[in-house]
């Protein structure tokens, strides 16, 4: 691991002066840009000083970059989600968030089948967004029954009594985000019909 790191802090003198030199900037103008004296920018770029994030960051502001672009680090994690399918009242529910509280989102699956069930609203702490991808969602909603249709989103208070299933015998594939409540989902785009 040391081998690793000790290569990434070589190479980065070579990087800012590539930088520099990309912008055609001069020591001079990038020290008066950032306060770092040309002195210290001189042995950052030679190697002769180990860049630390008091250097790094009015570096990495100066340039537009993200901070790892400047130095060149390598990647720190695999940033795909593999979720694990969960089944709950025959619905598959696909989490497609890993971190607890705040703003959940899950892909939800109703399979085939007769829309014969009875509605039992519930109710419960939070706000909630549904996004149709296929099929046709029946909401129950308060005193509403809906159908959403692949495209349509609905959005609600969960203090509301709410229940969903089936429109019909065809599978439904909708993206639901749950979040505290409180918070809410701000879109600002309007759909226009052909």
């Not at 070589?10 to 001069?26: I, K, M, N, Q, Y």
């Not at 046709?136 to 005193?143: F, H, P, S």
């Amino acid at each position: 691991m040391s081998d690793e790191f000790d290569a990434v802090l070589s190479a980065v003198g070579p990087r800012l002066r590539e930088f520099r030199h990309r912008r055609g900037a001069t020591l001079t103008t990038l020290s008066e840009t950032t306060g770092i004296p040309v002195s210290t920018l001189s042995r950052l770029e030679s190697g002769h000083r180990k860049p630390g994030l008091e250097l790094l960051l009015p570096l990495a502001k100066a340039y537009q970059v993200p901070l790892d672009e400047l130095v060149g680090a390598p990647a720190s994690g695999d940033p795909r989600v593999f979720p694990r399918p969960v089944m709950h009242n025959g619905m598959t529910v696909i989490p497609l968030t890993r971190k607890p509280g705040g703003l959940q989102a899950f892909k939800q699956i109703l399979p085939a089948g007769p829309n014969d069930l009875e509605p039992d609203p519930r109710s419960h702490e939070g706000y909630h967004w549904l996004y149709v991808l296929s099929g046709r969602l029946r909401l129950v909603l308060g005193d509403q029954d809906l159908v959403l249709v692949a495209g349509q989103v609905a959005e609600f208070d969960t203090h509301l009594p709410h229940w969903f299933g089936n429109a019909d015998a065809q599978p439904v594939e909708f993206l639901s985000i749950l979040g505290p409540q409180g918070e809410r989902f701000h879109i600002r785009a309007r759909y226009r019909p052909a």
